[in-house]
Nanobody
Framework: QVQLVESGGGSVQAGGSLRLSCTAS????????VGWFRQAPGKKREGVAL????????DYADSVKGRFTISRDNAKNTLYLQMNSLKPEDTAMYHC?????????????????WGQGTQVTVSS
């Protein structure tokens, strides 16, 4: 069973920044598409950003393009999400996902492993 450990969430004011991290306990990490998803209370889960196994291709939700940057360090089995210019509407529980079968933000396939989530709260 793959374990995912997330960190970096917190509370910030609008315009602030946070960096999320997610470390996976699998030696196959570098072969997986991985990404970040979020879910706000009363709303459906949405894909935020995905990154291909080699880190050469990324895909973002329109709502975060130009503000968020996804990256990965395969040597450390770690995924990152740098979030800048945060808005109150970014408030949600953020989950990392590992082993995504279709690596496109608008065509996400089956996901094998989910993190427990880290809360991001942005105040106006």
């Amino acid at each position: 069973q793959v374990q995912l450990v997330e960190s970096g969430g917190g509370s910030v004011q609008a315009g602030g920044s946070l960096r999320l991290s997610c470390t996976a306990s699998t030696s196959a990490y570098s072969s997986y598409c991985v990404g970040w998803f979020r879910q706000a209370p009363g709303k459906k889960r949405e894909g935020v950003a995905l990154i291909a196994p080699g880190g050469d291709n990324t895909d973002y939700a329109d709502s975060v393009k130009g503000r968020f940057t996804i990256s990965r360090d395969n040597a450390k089995n770690t995924l990152y999400l740098q979030m800048n210019s945060l808005k109150p509407e970014d408030t949600a529980m953020y989950h990392c996902a590992v082993d995504i079968r279709a690596c496109g933000i608008r065509s996400v396939g089956h996901i094998n492993y989910w993190g427990q989530g880290t809360q991001v709260t942005v105040s106006s």
